[in-house]
Nanobody
Framework: QVQLAESGGGLVQAGGSLELSCTAS????????MGWFRQAPGKERNFIGG????????YLPDSLKGRFTISRDNAKKTLYLKIDSLKAEDTAVYYC??????????????????WGQGTQVTVSS
């Protein structure tokens, strides 16, 4: 079965940077679109963005493009999320996600069907 495990979260100061990792197993990672979601306290889970199976193209909303970078290393079966200029509002549980089907682009949050347990990011101001 699909297994996703996030790591790299923690307590960081506003203005700093952080890189989260997600290791995958249970499927052919290199054929699956991947992405990130986050859920802030008391709020809904929101889509951060995704990356296609090849890693050539990532998709993020304009509001996050300047500070968030999604990448992947298919040889390591690992997905990454780099966050720069952290803000207090970035405090959330961050979830790694996988598309339900192979050969996906990872740009549509409706196509995701698997999530990890999440990693907590807390930004102090």
């Amino acid at each position: 079965q699909v297994q996703l495990a996030e790591s790299g979260g923690g307590l960081v100061q506003a203005g700093g940077s952080l890189e989260l990792s997600c290791t995958a197993s249970g499927f052919t990672f290199s054929t699956r679109g991947m992405g990130w979601f986050r859920q802030a306290p008391g709020k809904e889970r929101n889509f951060i963005g995704g990356i296609d199976w090849s890693g050539r193209t990532s998709y993020l909303p304009d509001s996050l493009k300047g500070r968030f970078t999604i990448s992947r290393d298919n040889a390591k079966k690992t997905l990454y999320l780099k966050i720069d200029s952290l803000k207090a509002e970035d405090t959330a549980v961050y979830y790694c996600a996988a598309d339900r089907w192979p050969n996906g682009l990872g740009r549509d949050p409706r196509t995701y069907g698997y999530w990890g347990q999440g990693t907590q990011v807390t930004v102090s101001s």
